[in-house]
């Protein structure tokens, strides 16, 4: 006799059944600032166990590798120690003529390229048709920054860039992300923590830098690098103001299901939150700094539908928090790419911007 089973055979429906019975247990439930308070602690805990150990700090050891002179600004290409048998590749832009100290940005890549995309450079084998697809995101902040004043620096995250293993090893049908995220967890770590790591240890780079005030700091990324902005905004201390384009989201609302298609990879993973939380609890702990979120009314990547609701949560908590005002949100007609129409204002205020010379 054939019985009908209990529960769903495929992992997908079981997937779904999971995400419509999870009650994470530390959603923000609304309230005044005190009730803000006692989240904020009790899912902060939960967060730092989530993201698991950090490496250990080795001196940056910071090597110039070479100096290109661009037309407004200098190109110099940077490798630093971050942790134990990790050397991190970056490139570093500095306005020209500057006067004084500048506001300095990081800015954190996503999927493609590397540094090189964000930085507007040509891949170094992937050739016109990647350069083309950068051009359709207006993936090329970083240089857009440093032509507004700020010093940038970009680095490579793994699996990206110069980190990207051999194609041999990944094999043709697998992840670069989560191959290297699953070999990480074999000694301890989270792939994303690794890359949070290397980016902060960026940023001691660029605030030890003559021509950066440290005091006037941000972060900005699209996409996955919107994913490392968020989190970092809420790990430095030394970050002021941050833009995040392309990620504010729900793992449990769109990420898991038909239509995201497992929209998530070993570099963003971040095991046992959805026991405590979701994506926009994590941008809650970014209060009360200033945060500002852009969203594609024509998203694919993610779904612009969810990506609002997740933003209002998140707004519900700088309410909470007494800081309402300092999360501001660029919805604009188009799609999964950096926008920078409001942000680029939006970050003069926050941190000014550099003076080069007359």
């Not at 904020?40 to 070479?66: S, T």
Request: proline residues 7%; aromatic residues 10%; hydrophobic residues 40%.
């Amino acid at each position: 006799m054939t019985k009908k089973p209990s529960a769903p055979l495929d992992f997908f429906q079981s997937l779904e059944r999971w995400s419509k019975d999870a009650r994470p247990d530390c959603l923000f439930e609304g309230g005044g600032r005190a009730s803000y308070l006692r989240w904020r602690r009790r899912f902060l805990r939960h967060y730092l166990r989530c993201l698991g150990p950090f490496p250990a700090r080795v001196p940056l050891k910071a090597r110039l590798v070479k100096r290109v002179k661009e037309k407004g600004y200098t190109r110099e290409h940077w490798i630093y120690d971050s942790s134990p048998g990790i050397s991190v590749p970056a490139i570093l832009l500095i306005p020209d003529g500057l006067r004084e100290p500048a506001p300095a940005l990081l800015a954190a890549h996503g999927h493609g390229g590397g540094k090189t995309d964000v930085c507007g450079l040509p891949h170094p084998v992937w050739g016109k048709k990647h350069a083309a697809w950068t051009r359709t995101l207006d993936y090329d902040y970083a240089r857009q920054a440093v032509l507004r004043g700020y010093v940038v620096l970009a680095p490579d995250f793994a699996p990206f860039g110069e980190r990207r293993p051999p194609e041999i090893w990944l094999r043709d049908d697998r992840d670069a992300c989560d191959i290297v995220d699953l070999c990480a967890r074999y000694f301890g770590f989270n792939l994303l923590s690794l890359n949070l790591w290397d980016a902060m240890r960026g940023l001691d780079l660029l605030a030890a830098h003559p021509k950066v005030d440290p005091r006037r700091m941000g972060v900005i990324g699209l996409s996955y690098g919107g994913t490392l902005a968020a989190h970092l905004m809420v790990l430095d201390r030394r970050l002021k103001a941050g833009v995040v384009s392309g990620y504010v989201s729900t793992l449990l609302g769109d990420a898991f299901g038909m239509r995201g298609k497992g929209n998530t990879c070993g570099a963003q993973a971040l095991p046992w939150l959805l026991r405590h939380g979701d994506i926009p609890e994590i941008f809650g702990l970014v209060a009360p700094k200033p945060l500002l979120l852009e969203i594609g009314k024509e998203e694919d990547c993610f779904e612009s539908g969810d990506m609002l609701k997740a933003s209002a949560r998140v707004a519900r908590i700088y309410r909470a928090a007494g800081v309402g005002k300092n999360l501001k949100k660029d919805v604009f007609a188009g799609g999964h790419r950096w926008n920078g129409v409001k942000a680029w204002p939006w970050l003069a205020a926050q941190l000014g911007r550099g003076q080069p010379a007359a």
